[in-house]
């Protein structure tokens, strides 16, 4: 068969990748931040020829009063510049979620960055957060991590049954119980 002239390009193609292989790539690529402590799970974007050209690092939200067992949060989200990437990642890295059973997805982006990945791929700004001076104090001392002292704003996508109160188990009665 005669390739064609007009033939496309075989697109990238969204795989699971081991949190090392994000690691290592969100430490040459990332713009501000260093890799995250841990994941639940990360998802790595190659070319037709299986060259890396991005990852999402997916965990438990850092929000204590989020991590209600039906969110997830993006914790690092890198690419080396190519087009669409940031959208193929958030998008593959919703898909999965809601396949894991999460109900909402949350992200952070610095205040002065737009957003238009993340629009493009339904995601809704839900909160604008101030500068925090960071988390280290004298009885605590803490490394900072890269978003003290910066504005951010918060980003959701959630599924059309999600409630903000985690659902609780059913527990039936026992006898003698108030009703």
């Given amino acids: 068969m005669i390739a064609s002239p007009h033939r496309r390009a075989a ?27 841990g994941h639940k799970f990360s998802l790595g ?3 037709h020829a299986g060259v890396l050209l991005g990852v999402a690092v997916v965990g438990r939200p850092l929000v204590r009063h989020l991590d209600d067992g039906l969110t997830a949060e993006i914790t690092r989200l890198a690419t080396d510049g190519s087009r669409n990437a940031c959208f193929v990642l958030l998008s593959a890295a919703w898909r999965v979620a809601r396949h894991m059973g999460y109900q909402r997805m949350i992200t952070y982006t610095r205040a002065d ?3 238009t990945s993340l629009r493009a791929a339904g995601w809704t ?17 803490r490394t900072p991590h890269g978003t003290d002292h910066i504005a951010r704003t918060r980003w959701q996508v959630t599924t059309p049954d999600w409630t903000r109160q985690p659902r ?6 026992r006898r003698g119980e108030a009703g």
């Fill in 11 to 37: 697109r990238p193609r969204v795989r699971s990748i081991s949190y090392r292989a994000a690691r290592d790539f969100i430490t040459t690529h990332h713009r501000q931040l260093t890799p995250p402590q």
């Fill in 45 to 47: 974007l190659t070319s």
């Fill in 113 to 115: 960055e737009p957003g």
């Fill in 125 to 141: 700004a839900v909160a604008d957060l101030p500068a925090t001076p960071g988390w280290d104090r004298p009885s605590r001392p």
């Fill in 168 to 173: 609780r188990p059913h527990r039936p009665r």
